[in-house]
């Protein structure tokens, strides 16, 4: 099926911003909240918003316009999904709230409509049963903010049919969107990764080894300027494998257990894979020139990266110069 009308079940910051950017890839878009009136509250400010971030230049010109054309409000749930594609849910992120909310949306949704979830750190098994038709079902995690943050997180559960996933890939790509599955365990990938980081940086600033503020400059103008152009496997293969080895030693000695060098990266050593330096890393092989493209393309990703920091100036809050 290919999807071309969608329903967003949750109008407000997150839900609003994901049906902005279905109206905006061609898509007739209807959205839903606790009331008619809520609703049309919603509607009104999303197209208020769009002009706001057309006249900043986030959106391009003629985007308010067509959001206003393309987006509209129904008076209930049951009315906004009875006749569309796809329908994404984006209400308060609480276990019972959505189960009800998505077992109103599975009774009155066509069969053959796919239901999306827009959860952050839920499991599909929790909420599966809700659902009328669980094979229908999966997670389709946007973040915050939605029209500005390409990744999504497709979490298809036991009784997902495997074949809707292509069919919400090819939804995303409409919108500007990649789509990374993932298993259906608590917190996904996205989130397991970003409480890990704040976890950590909260126990260095507990044990006084640096300030919060000094915390926050650090990744900002360190490790924070590669993941915009690379992941944590790709950094680990431009540095070194053995070097991170090396890194993961210390770790463990002073740390014990919790930062013991990773069986993944051990087995990578072991087998004289080295990453850039020997051409063999842990998510590709890279011959000579590859090798060459990969500096030349994150020189150049870095550099612009400090100019466009440059350009917008510092945050106007929560942020350390120096």
Do not use: C, W
């Not at 606790?34 to 609703?39: I, K, L, Y």
């Amino acid at each position: 099926m290919t999807i071309n009308t969608v329903a967003v079940i949750g109008a407000g910051y997150m839900g609003g911003g994901i049906a902005q950017s279905f109206v905006l890839a061609g898509l007739d878009v209807v959205i839903a909240d606790q009331s008619a009136e809520a609703t049309a509250q919603a509607l009104e400010r999303l197209i208020r918003e769009a002009q706001e971030f057309e006249d900043q230049g986030l959106y391009g010109a003629g985007s308010a316009a067509r959001i206003k054309a393309g987006l509209r409000s129904a008076a209930s749930i049951e009315a906004a999904v009875a006749d569309v594609d796809f329908i994404e849910e984006a209400v308060f992120e609480n276990p019972e709230v959505k189960r009800e909310v998505l077992g109103r949306i599975s009774a009155a949704a066509r069969p053959d409509a796919i239901i999306g979830t827009n959860t952050s750190t839920i499991p599909v098994r929790v909420l599966a049963d809700a659902v009328q038709g669980p094979e229908r079902f999966l997670t389709v995690h946007f973040s915050n903010p939605a029209p500005f943050i390409p990744g999504v997180e497709l979490v298809a559960g036991e009784k997902t049919d495997p074949k809707i996933i292509p069919e919400i890939r090819e939804l995303l790509a409409k919108a500007g969107r990649q789509g990374a599955q993932v298993a259906d365990v608590p917190g996904f990938v996205l989130n397991r990764l970003q409480y890990v980081l704040l976890k950590e940086a909260t126990a260095i600033a507990e044990e006084g080894v640096a300030t919060v503020e000094d915390i926050d400059m650090l990744v900002r103008t360190t490790f924070g300027f590669r993941l915009p152009f690379f992941g944590p496997f790709a950094i680990a293969d431009q540095a070194g494998l053995d070097v991170y080895a090396g890194g993961f030693s210390t770790f463990e000695n002073a740390f014990g257990p919790r930062l013991a060098t990773p069986q993944i990266l051990k087995d990578a050593v072991t087998a004289d894979r080295r990453g850039l330096k020997n051409g063999r890393g842990l998510i590709a092989d890279y011959s000579d020139a590859e090798k060459q493209a990969v500096i030349a393309y994150r020189n150049k990703a870095y550099a612009e990266m400090g100019r466009l920091l440059s350009v917008l100036g510092p945050a106007p809050a929560g942020t350390k110069i120096g």
